[in-house]
């Protein structure tokens, strides 16, 4: 008897016990999950510092798709460290910025997002105010150019992205000095 395939959302078979998880458990560990590495990055900057971070309490609230948002969540805090390469799509070649959004979300869930940052911040989901911002929401940054970059929202202030040439994919504060001087908003995917 062959076992059938896995849809999007099995993922008991390769992390079992998590979606017998009540919704807000599984949210609260990966909050926690990403505080924990946040301690272990260590990375150097590869954007210049304009300055100490803002001190920011953040909201947390729950997202409107508990399910497909911590898994978007879980892949994206999986790649943390995967190299940057300039149109990079996957783990074992690097990611650029949009390459790691549409990765994860094709990855985990089987959706298919454009594939720029300027692509994506056009995408036909609900513009998210700051103060709004749920977990696996797409956060943009730019200047007076339009958007160029893009990360993974994933709670407390912190998104997940790949910055720059020679650097990694790492988790960062929309409050840093570089990112909140240049954020420009989100848009949810999930709803």
């Not at 900057?45 to 100490?52: F, L, W």
């Not at 959706?111 to 300027?118: D, V």
């Not at 998104?159 to 994919?169: E, I, L, N």
Request: charged residues 20%; proline residues 8%; hydrophobic residues 40%.
């Amino acid at each position: 008897m062959t076992k059938p395939a896995a849809s999007p959302f099995d993922r008991g078979a390769h992390y079992p016990g998590w979606f017998r998880m009540a919704p807000a458990l599984r949210f609260a560990t990966c909050a926690v999950f990403a505080a924990s590495l946040l301690t272990a990055c260590g990375h150097e900057s590869v954007r210049p510092s304009h300055g100490p971070a803002a001190t920011r309490i953040w909201q947390t609230l729950p997202p409107p798709n508990p399910v497909a948002s911590n898994a978007v969540l879980m892949r994206a805090l999986g790649l943390v460290g995967t190299p940057y390469r300039y149109g990079g799509n996957t783990p074992e070649g690097g990611f650029d910025c949009s390459g790691l959004v549409n990765y994860v979300y094709r990855d985990m869930l089987d959706l298919r997002l454009p594939r720029t940052s300027r692509e994506l911040a056009a995408f036909q989901g609900p513009r998210v105010a700051e103060d709004r911002l749920v977990a696996a929401d797409l956060v943009f940054f730019g200047g007076e150019g339009g958007v160029s970059h893009v990360g993974i929202y994933v709670g407390e202030g912190r998104f997940v992205h790949a910055p720059s040439t020679g650097g990694t994919v790492r988790l960062d504060r929309l409050d840093g000095p570089y990112w909140r001087d240049h954020y420009s908003g989100a848009v949810r995917v999930l709803h």
